[in-house]
């Protein structure tokens, strides 16, 4: 109980993208609510619960269709229940019987019905019944959408899968759909367009024997309300697009927060990016980060952190406690 | 704020800055719908020429082709625009911007196009972006198998009509001060002459200036000059007249006690004057104070007659009978020289008039007849009516008026000829006092004479009066 809500504040916090100070107060207040869950148990359980209610008292939406069929409109949604699983029968139902306000369509075929659902670890499968199939693409992905966007609302559920008469969902071409979140959904695809920015980078990524690092440029856009840092820290995280290059740490690290103050570049890793990276030179793994961004920002040194502490050696071998400057000896020429 | 040149000025301002104004407004909003409109046509036009490229390399099925890649790389940065390539399960197989690929797109643009399988273009101002889809056929079956969606930013043309905009601001302040100056200044030009002619106008109030005003700047201010001239030249007439008349009221007043005055003088100086002489001046001098009470009254009643606005007692009248009235009292007299009064009216005439003013009229008219006559001779008096006027024509056989008396004889105090003026009494206001009643009725005069034959006046009212 006390992991799953640590995530849950963790994954806020990539949300919001705190500044490193306030994520450090993130921690404490991590800490101290962790140490009073545990002083009693039945407390946390009530805690939870109601913080699970008020969230669903407080603005939360179901989705439903538009007059023309054509995109997804939100309504307000109550719900009575007060443990997840009944919640998202709650929300199912809700689904199946959906009466909006006019002109909104049900988002639902009448047709199609639930046949059964499991939760498991905060991911949530739902099987529904083989009319599934007979919806138009359109309405298929818009009621995907709204299923998914409006379960993930619930404190209980991260990803949601989708199964047809037991069958996992799969696409056109046979892939299988897996997990969902509501990122995995974008609407207004391009409306953003002035809200971003694009610099040409160069990133330093592994090389195949993963001791040296290869250089690779590239022209990224990103949202401008987005630090750069980060921006920049998030491509080294996603891994090169050039052949012959490799990734230089663990594709799933989680970025805390980036900022820059007085020619110090702060990074703060989520503990993903401890785990060993095989066939990785860790010092490979900290300049690949260190030399990007000090090429890229022109800062003098970068500090990075994982969690927020920096008093840990990085594998064993490499003291966070200092800020690095840049080691141009270790790229390939 | 009522004054001339201002609201010239306030015109001017109106006409010149107001257009300057619409103008610039037309120019931006038609700047911006242009280059948004070039912008969209020519986005689209690479845009379906890609759609095309992208379903003849089978994009869709293996994004690899460099071909198109590096044709959307350069249409995006071309446009400073995001391109996505979404598939037919709604999967983003491309984004130009590399943020969102692999995500499914559920945007209303993309599901549209999906369900019409027809491109759409919209256009938002106000967040400065067009957004434009395509759909992706299949080269053979012309199956939408994918939708293009380009976002083009149309910042920069926002950038250009804002400047536009605050050129065109700044012109339009320029143009308003402009025009403010000039326009003060015309507009004190223009209406100088206006104050030279206040000035003359002035001038001659004054006493300043005798001559007549003459502004001929304008022909606005000539006719006004001009009607100001009349206006003076009348004024001064009448002042003119006023002075004769008042001297020929005191001459006339005084010529009676002149002659009092002689004839008690001499009973004065005589001495041992018999009774009967005494009586017999006293005669004169009774009869030269009737002949004075007798000027006085005619005085009066002209006065009364002349003014502007002298109320007419309007009733409804029998002509013949007023007429009847007049010639009883006045035969009499007629009778002692042995003339004969005749009276012609076929008809009663019945007319909305001023009796009382009208009578006067009329027995002034028939005591001249009888007056200026022939012993034994005769005064015919005739009336007729038509459907708007009644006539009255008074004849004689008497000595009748030389022509060149004729248009002098309705002045005030004006006399006929000096060798009746000493036999026949009379102080010339009887003929102005007719007139005077008779224009007051809005009716006419008129005098047809011919010397020691006899004289025809003949008279013209309406039967009725409008005020
Ligand atoms: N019927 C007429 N025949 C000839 N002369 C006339 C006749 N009527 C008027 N006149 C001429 O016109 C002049 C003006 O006449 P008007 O009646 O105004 O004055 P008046 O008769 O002399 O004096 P009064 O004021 O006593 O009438 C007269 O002096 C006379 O010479
Ligand atoms: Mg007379």
């Known amino acids: 109980m006390f992991n799953k809500h640590c995530r849950k504040l963790n994954r806020h916090k990539a949300g919001r993208r705190p500044s490193a100070s306030l994520c450090q107060k993130h921690g404490s207040i991590c800490r101290k609510t962790a140490s009073l869950l545990i002083l009693s148990l039945v407390l946390l359980l009530v805690g939870c619960d109601n913080q699970g209610k008020t969230d669903a008292a ?44 006019d002109p909104h369509q049900k988002l639902l075929p009448d047709s199609l019905s639930v046949i059964s659902r499991s939760l498991e670890d905060q991911l949530l499968s739902i099987n529904f019944s083989k009319e599934y199939l007979q919806m138009s693409t359109p309405r298929e992905v818009l009621v995907r959408c709204g299923i998914v966007r409006t379960l993930v609302q619930l404190d209980g559920v991260q990803k949601v899968s989708f199964f047809v008469d037991g069958e996992p969902l799969t696409d056109s ?23 971003y920015r694009s610099a040409t980078i160069s990133l330093f990524y592994a090389s195949e024997d993963g001791n040296r690092l290869r250089r690779e440029s590239r022209l990224i856009y990103y949202p401008s309300s987005q630090p750069f840092e980060w921006a920049i820290v998030e491509r080294i995280i996603n891994g090169p697009k050039v052949q012959g290059n490799y990734p230089s740490v663990p594709a799933n690290t989680q970025i805390i927060s980036a900022s820059t103050s007085e020619g ?63 080691d141009m000896s270790l790229v390939e020429n | 704020m009522r004054s001339l040149w201002f609201r010239i000025l306030i015109i001017l301002v109106i006409i010149g800055a107001v257009p300057a104004y619409l103008a610039t407004a037309v120019l931006v909003r038609s700047y911006r719908d242009r280059a948004v409109s070039v912008r969209e046509m020519s986005v689209k036009n690479q845009c379906v020429m890609l759609c095309d490229l992208l379903s003849s390399e089978r994009y869709l099925e293996k994004i690899d082709s460099v071909a198109v890649n590096s044709q959307l790389a350069l249409l995006s940065k071309i446009y400073n625009g995001r391109i996505f390539i979404v598939d037919s399960d709604f999967r983003v197989i491309k984004d130009t911007y590399d943020l969102d690929t692999g995500k499914t797109s559920v945007s209303k643009d993309v599901v549209n196009c999906f369900t019409t399988g027809k491109g759409s273009s919209t256009y938002d101002g106000r967040n400065a972006y067009i957004i434009l889809t395509f759909p992706i056929e299949d080269s053979e079956t ?50 100088r002459p206006f104050h030279r002619v206040t000035k003359a106008i002035e001038d001659v109030t004054d006493g300043y200036e005798d001559e007549a005003v003459s ?58 004057v018999p009774v009967e002489l005494y009586r017999e001046f006293m005669q004169d001098i009774t009869h030269e104070i009737d002949r004075e009470n007798r000027i006085i009254a005619d005085l009066t009643s002209m006065v009364h007659l002349d003014r502007k606005a002298a109320k007419l007692d309007i009733e409804r009248t029998e002509i013949g009978g007023l007429l009847e009235v007049i010639i009883k009292r006045l035969r009499p007299i007629a009778q002692k020289r042995d003339i004969q009064l005749i009276l012609d009216n076929p008809e009663e005439v019945y007319a909305e008039v001023d009796g009382g003013k009208l009578s006067l009229a009329f027995s002034n008219l028939i005591e001249n007849a009888v007056k200026y006559n022939v012993d034994h001779g005769w005064v015919r008096t005739a009336l007729t009516a038509d459907t708007k006027f009644f006539y009255v024509t008074v004849t004689d056989c008497g000595l009748g008026i030389p022509l060149d008396q004729q248009e002098h004889i309705f002045e005030r105090f004006y006399r006929g000829d000096k060798s009746h003026s000493t036999t026949i009494e009379g102080t010339g206001l009887g003929l102005a006092i007719a007139r005077s009643a008779i224009s007051l009725h809005r009716g006419a005069i008129r005098v047809a004479s011919k010397e020691n034959e006899g004289t025809t006046f003949q008279v013209r009212i309406p039967l009725t009066v409008e005020v």
Do not use: W
């Open chain 1, 264 to 326: 110090i570049c702060y990074i703060n890793l989520g503990a993903q990016f401890a785990s060993e990276m095989p066939g990785v030179n860790p010092r490979v793994s900290i300049y690949s980060i260190v030399n990007t961004l000090i090429e890229d920002l022109g800062v003098d040194s970068v500090q990075i952190s994982i969690a927020g502490e920096n008093d840990v050696l990085y594998c064993g071998a490499i003291p966070l406690n200092q800020p690095f400057t840049a």
């Open chain 2, 142 to 191: 012309r199956e939408v198998t994918g939708v293009m969606l380009a976002a083009v930013s149309t910042n920069e043309v926002e950038q250009n009509a804002q400047l536009l905009e605050t050129r065109g601001r700044i012109v339009i302040i320029l143009v308003t001060v402009l025009v403010v100056v000039l326009g003060f200044l015309l507009s004190r030009f223009l209406v």
């Open chain 1, 173 to 195: 071409r046979d892939r299988k759909i897996g997990f969902m979140t509501a990122e995995t959904f974008i609407e207004n695809s391009g409306r953003e367009i002035n809200n």
């Open chain 2, 215 to 272: 502004v001929p700047d304008y022909i606005e201010t000539v006719q006004i000059t001009t009607a100001f001239n009349q206006m003076l030249t009348r004024v001064r007439s009448v002042d003119n007249s006023r002075q004769d008349f008042v001297s020929n009221v005191s001459h006339e007043l005084k010529t009676p006690l002149t002659s009092m005055k002689v004839l008690a003088d001499s009973i004065n100086a005589m001495e041992d």
């Open chain 1, 58 to 101: 407080n603005g939360s939406v179901i989705f439903c269709l538009d007059e023309d069929g054509e995109s997804l409109e939100k309504e307000p949604l109550s719900l009575t229940a007060t443990t997840t699983i009944v919640q998202i029968d709650e929300i199912l139902d809700t689904f199946q019987n959906q009466v909006p306000t």
